[in-house]
């Protein structure tokens, strides 16, 4: 799979996510986010630096 990718491991009341630009080339480490506004703005701030990257 060609990137940017975003990995997301769902559990119930906290996700862990990952970024990649491209297959095996990470972007930052594994973050860990609550459930709530702020995990939320947390994984759109990565994702919005994984595109301004990429």
């Known amino acids: 799979m060609?990137?940017?990718?975003v990995s997301i491991d769902v559990s119930n009341g906290n996700s862990h996510y990952m970024c990649f630009?491209?297959?095996?080339?990470?972007f930052g480490k594994v973050k860990k986010i609550d459930h709530d506004i702020e995990g939320f703005?947390?994984?759109?701030?990565?994702?919005?630096?994984l595109e301004a990257e990429c």
């Open 2 to 5: 060609e990137g940017p990718i």
């Open 21 to 26: 630009i491209k297959n095996n080339k990470r």
């Open 41 to 49: 703005k947390r994984l759109l701030e990565d994702i919005q630096k």
